[in-house]
């Protein structure tokens, strides 16, 4: 649940500060120079933002499937099981 209270912080924090933010999120998502479990806590991110910022991420769902794309099998299990769980908020 730490990464949902991360997503909720920003949420708090507003739409303005999601942007500000994604551009870091996406970028330390896709980095081979960091230990595999930070970078997959960036990654998991982007199962929690859009739960919190419902339409306000649209924008960012393309830019964000490649990165995806390169995820363990296991995490993508994980965000296809919230996908299902909450199909009205994503």
Known sequence: MRRVGLSEVVGG??????????????????????????????????IYLPLVFTDDFLPYVGPIIPTI?????????????KLCLFPDVM
Do not use: E, N, Q, W
């Open 13 to 46: 924090l507003g739409v303005a500060k999601l942007h500000s933010l994604m551009p870091d999120i996406m970028a330390t998502a896709t980095r081979t120079d960091i230990s595999a479990h930070v970078r997959d806590g960036y990654i998991m991110m982007f």
């Open 69 to 81: 794309l390169k995820v363990p099998t296991f995490l993508l299990i994980d965000g296809f099981v």
